[in-house]
C-alpha cells in the first residue's frame, strides 16, 4: 500500500498571497507618506530661501527722494516682486498682494517684516501633510532711519 502525504508546504501555499494583500495598503501608505512629507520639506526650503533672497535684497534699497522719512516703497515693492519672481521659478504661484512686505520699528530700528502664508499642495494627498508654509521674516534696513 502507498501512502501519499501531503506536504505541510502546499497547505499554506496561499498564505503568503493573504499575507501580502493585508500589508500591501499599509506599506502604500507609508511609501506616500514618506513621498508627500519629503515633497513638503523640499518646497519648505525653496519657500524659505526665496523669502529670504528677496528680503535681503529688498533690505538693501536706498529709498527714494519722494519716500516720507522711515519708509521705503522701492524696499517694500522690489522685495515682494523678487518674492514672486522667485517663487515662480520653483513652481509656486502667488501674487505680489499675498507677499507684500511693511515697514516696522523692530527694537528701534527699521525692519521689513513680511509674514507669508503659502499653500502647499501634496503630490499624492492620502496622508495627512500641513496645508500651508507659514514664513515670518524680518530684514533690517540699512539705509532707512526713522521709523
Not at 527722494?65 to 504661484?93: H, R
Request: with cysteine.
Amino acid at each position: 500500500m502507498i501512502h501519499l502525504r501531503k506536504s505541510g508546504r502546499s497547505s499554506r501555499r496561499g498564505s503568503q498571497a493573504v499575507e501580502f494583500a493585508l500589508t500591501l495598503p499599509i506599506l502604500s501608505m507609508l511609501l506616500l507618506g514618506l513621498v508627500d512629507y519629503g515633497w513638503y520639506f523640499l518646497r519648505q526650503s525653496m519657500v524659505v530661501n526665496a523669502v529670504r533672497e528677496s528680503m535681503r535684497l529688498g533690505a538693501m534699497q536706498t529709498p527714494d527722494s519722494t519716500d516720507l522719512a522711515g519708509d521705503c516703497s522701492s524696499c517694500k515693492s522690489l522685495a515682494a516682486s523678487q518674492i514672486v519672481s522667485s517663487l515662480a521659478d520653483v513652481g509656486i504661484t502667488v501674487t505680489a498682494a499675498e507677499v507684500t512686505p511693511s515697514i516696522e520699528n523692530v527694537s528701534g530700528a527699521c525692519a521689513l517684516t513680511l509674514s507669508p502664508t503659502i499653500e502647499f499642495d501634496p503630490l499624492a494627498g492620502l496622508v495627512a501633510t500641513p496645508d500651508l508654509y507659514d514664513v515670518n521674516a524680518i530684514a533690517f534696513l540699512t539705509n532707512v532711519t526713522g521709523c
